[in-house]
């Protein structure tokens, strides 16, 4: 059995992350700062104390890295890059200012750019946080930096990850998919994983 981290895990019952860690091979351990959504750990990227050195398999992080301060973001890589096993990789996704700057550049800003499952998503929500959210005294929800494909790349990079996959979706997906491994595996083994845990 494998070990998936989910970081930013939001409640329990919501379905496997990616067609890969739905296999039953995967075992899913599940980090969240919001104690609300009874995660396995409670705790950061930052700052993933309680999980050892080289122990998970694989990371799953959605739509939480745009949360740190650009200072934090080396940091919370580190951490990925800590927890892994040497032949462990990483999945993470984000918004995709490059999509969302076009829309704002032709002042959409505060228009629906997609219909999301808890509302009307702008480009406004996509760039600070969702509003809503915000207003509910849900703070820890606000974006505080964000990527392009070449930024990301690169923070990954330095990090220590060694080979990176990338794609973009505009609209109406407005985000960024990467895929890095710690050890330099085949081109071969990486795009099958691209194939497992990117979206079709």
Not at 101 to 121: F, H, M, N, Q, R
Not at 135 to 146: I, V
Request: aromatic fraction near 8%.
């Amino acid at each position: 059995m494998k070990t998936f981290l989910h970081v930013g895990c939001g409640p329990k019952g919501n379905g496997r992350p990616t067609r890969g860690f739905a296999d039953p091979g995967w075992s899913e351990l599940r980090l969240d700062i919001d104690e609300g959504v009874t995660p396995d750990i409670v705790g950061t990227m930052t700052d993933m104390a309680e999980v050892r050195d080289g122990s998970v398999d694989a990371i799953f992080s959605s739509h939480n890295i745009e949360h740190l301060y650009p200072h934090e973001v080396p940091k919370a890589l580190s951490e990925f890059v800590r927890v892994l096993a040497p032949d462990g990789f990483v999945v993470v996704t984000c918004p995709d200012l490059q999509s969302i700057a076009a829309l704002v550049a032709e002042d959409k800003l505060t228009e629906e750019a997609y219909l999301s499952p808890a509302g009307p998503i702008s480009p406004l929500d996509m760039l600070y946080g969702y509003r809503p959210a915000l207003a509910g005294g849900n703070l820890h929800m606000a974006h505080r930096t964000g990527f392009t494909q070449r930024v990301l790349t690169q923070a990954l990079h330095e990090a220590g990850f060694t080979r990176v996959a990338m794609a973009r979706r505009a609209a109406p997906f407005y985000d960024i998919w990467a895929l890095a491994t710690v050890s330099p595996l085949p081109e071969g083994a990486v795009r099958e994983l691209v194939m497992q845990h990117f979206p079709e």
